[in-house]
């Protein structure tokens, strides 16, 4: 047989790995129903989908179907935003501040990220289907059973008879509970 012909039918197997490996990058999909709505309002399904869009590239979240963080934070770089699987992010205008403000320390997450009702969304979404994975911690209750909360009517520039979106109106709305929100931030990562 000539090297010729002995290199293709190796090269053959190994060609059919990456096709196989490539066609199952991907295959994780949204796990939200599409219907998922909350009775307060929002879109969780489309918070989900802009997640997967805008989030996915930094961070972990299984409902949205990304993996973005970084499996060990040895080996992390400085986009790899917190695993949300494990995390728990609650209440809803606590995530809405993270979207408005670039994260907690606004190194790293480019601020309004996504703006109006898709803030909301989003929002709604990570406050949802965050922590769902939680590790155990002693004295430290499970992320599904803290408060998911509210954001307020006028959030969405409703109370005040205006069109403005989330980004405009929750400013007051982060403005007010900025303290709350920071004071949340310090308690949780003494937890994390």
């Known amino acids: 047989m000539s090297a010729r012909r002995t290199a293709k039918l190796l090269l053959l197997p190994a060609a059919l790995v990456v096709a196989l490996a490539t066609a199952a990058c991907g295959t994780e999909r949204i796990s939200v129903p599409k219907n998922a709505s909350q009775p307060a309002g929002g879109d ?14 930094c961070h972990t979240l299984s409902a949205a179907g990304t993996h ?10 400085g986009n790899s935003g917190p695993n949300l699987d494990t995390r728990c992010e ?18 790293y997450m480019p601020q309004n ?8 969304d989003v929002a709604k979404f990570v406050a949802t289907y965050a922590g ?5 911690v002693p ?28 980004s ?6 982060s403005g007010k509970h900025s303290a ?10 003494k937890h994390a």
């Open 168 to 173: 405009q109106s929750s400013a007051r709305v």
């Open 113 to 120: 990220i996504v703006v109006g009702h898709d803030a909301v």
């Open 180 to 189: 709350a929100v920071a004071s949340t931030h310090r308690a949780h990562h």
């Open 132 to 136: 769902r994975q939680q590790p155990v």
């Open 44 to 57: 969780l399904y489309h918070g989900a989908v802009l997640f997967s869009e805008r989030c996915a590239g």
């Open 90 to 107: 609650r209440p809803i205008d606590r995530v809405l501040y993270a979207i408005e403000n670039g994260g907690f320390s606004g190194q």
């Open 68 to 77: 973005g963080s970084a499996p060990n934070i040895r080996d992390a770089q």
């Open 139 to 166: 004295g430290v209750g499970k992320c599904q059973s803290k408060p998911l909360g509210s954001l307020p009517a006028d959030t969405l520039g409703l109370g005040s008879g205006g069109s403005g979106g989330a």
